[in-house]
């Protein structure tokens, strides 16, 4: 019955990181794009200089930061992936979630200290792997700037 | 240049292709390359074992101790009687060239009795005093001496560095993670497939002997009745047992099996039993065997 249990286990585990990964998965997208509806009017660019119509006041380092993990679903089928190769569709879906929500709070950041225009935004990411389920850090910083008032 | 920042694309970085359908090709997949990789291997091994001469085998255990000699006279006389037993069984059966069978036992309440590489087949006294005739335990006995004639210990052997190959690259590739696991629980439940298969042939040698010896198979019944009623002792008698994860097939079968096998013979399924042979039987009284 040992055999029965274990693999009962697995399949429990493999369902419940399945189910609830997608339920989280479906309520993340539709957070994230409420609120880059709201954000909208926040600028962010990758260009290391300020365009030459601006003129700031002011200028500051802002930055977003996500931690997100993989699901013991996501991990099993990264597994069988890595035997055979190909793109992961599985990851793709964290990794663009993480992105944008770590620029949505740059975003936030920005908004909350008066600006309206980022630029130089850059993307930096770290995998915090220590157990079997992975993890990984997504960075965006950038430069915010506060227009002159009229 | 008018700066503005538009939605992020969707369905560009990120697919929308369903998750389960990527999972099912994979899992299904390595499934199935995994089974007919422990499926071949398995049968490869099986088919070369009875084809490599028996003198490699027994140049390969030749430094093994051999097994456990009771050190008291009481077992000693008890081994005795098992080994000739045995010898006398072995005498009807195509063992390949050089294999002698040479019986240990063992002084533990285990109820079991296993052969292994170079001939050697090992009883526990726990099974010894569970038999009630001398042909139940020539049953177990014929059963074991089969597994050697047959060379499955070879061919286990041969089964378990392959497949154990196999594993040790798979699960190397899939990580550290519960991939590599569940593809060696895959592998391990397709051994045990032919583990059974095993079993299910050294049973029917066993039984042609026994019936060769004694005239009937009776005491196959018994043993394998025995091995039931046990099991419903210890508690499992409710719940149903689940033969795929069995190494060997079910005991209620066995019974079964042995009973179709007496009928489409001709051979009775019950007769006189012979009883267990004095040092034997002293066994039964839960008198120890001084190891």
Not at chain 2, 59 to 67: D, H, K, N, Q
Request: proline fraction near 5%; include cysteine.
């Amino acid at each position: 019955m040992g055999a029965l249990l274990e693999i009962g286990l697995f399949v429990t585990l493999l369902a419940l990181g399945y189910g609830v990964g997608r339920v989280l998965e479906r309520r993340h997208y539709a957070s994230i794009r409420r609120r880059e509806r709201e954000l909208a009017d926040v600028l962010a660019f990758t260009m290391r200089f300020p365009p030459a119509s601006t003129r700031a006041q002011d200028a500051f380092l802002v930055c977003g930061s996500v931690v997100v993990s993989s699901d013991y679903f996501k991990t099993f089928v990264a597994g069988l992936r890595g035997l055979v190769g190909g793109r992961f569709r599985g990851y793709e879906s964290l990794l663009e979630r993480a992105r944008r929500e770590a620029l949505l709070r740059l975003k936030q950041d920005a908004l909350a200290r008066g600006a309206r225009l980022v630029v130089c935004v850059r993307f930096e990411s770290t995998s915090i792997t220590s157990g079997r389920t992975p993890s990984i850090e997504v960075v965006a910083y950038g430069t915010a700037l506060v227009p002159r008032p009229r | 240049m008018k700066l503005r920042n538009r939605a992020p694309a969707e369905g560009i970085n990120a697919g929308e292709e369903h998750p389960l359908r990527e999972f099912a090709w994979l899992a299904g997949g390595a499934i199935a390359v995994l089974v007919a990789a422990v499926v071949a291997l398995s049968l490869g091994a099986q088919w070369l074992a009875p084809k490599l001469p028996y003198r490699y085998e027994a140049r390969l255990v030749g430094e093994l101790p051999a097994p456990a000699a009771p050190k008291d006279e009481r077992g000693r006389a008890a081994l005795a009687e098992l080994q000739a037993l045995a010898d006398r069984l072995a005498a009807r059966m195509a063992l390949p060239e050089g294999l002698r069978v040479t019986v240990g036992l063992r002084d533990e309440g285990i109820v079991n009795a296993y052969a292994t590489l170079g001939g050697h087949t090992v009883f526990f006294r726990g099974l010894v005093a569970r038999l009630d005739s001398e042909d139940a335990l020539a049953t177990v006995m014929a059963h074991e001496i089969a597994h050697l004639a047959l060379r499955h210990p070879a061919a286990a052997l041969g089964r378990g560095l392959a497949v154990g190959l196999v594993l040790s690259v798979v699960s190397a590739e899939a990580g550290r993670g519960v991939a590599g696991a569940a593809l060696g629980q895959t592998a391990s439940l397709t051994l045990l497939s032919f583990n059974r298969e095993q079993e299910r042939e050294a049973d029917r040698q066993a039984l042609r002997v026994v019936a060769a010896e004694y005239g009937h198979v009776g005491g196959a019944i018994d043993l394998f009745e025995a091995f039931e009623s046990m099991r419903r002792a210890r508690g499992e008698g409710g719940a149903p047992q689940v033969e795929w994860l069995q190494t060997h097939p079910l005991t209620e079968r066995r019974a079964q099996a042995a009973r179709d096998w007496a009928a489409a013979h001709g051979v009775p399924a019950d007769g006189a039993r012979r009883p267990l042979p004095p040092a034997l039987a002293a066994l039964r009284g839960g008198a120890a065997v001084q190891r």
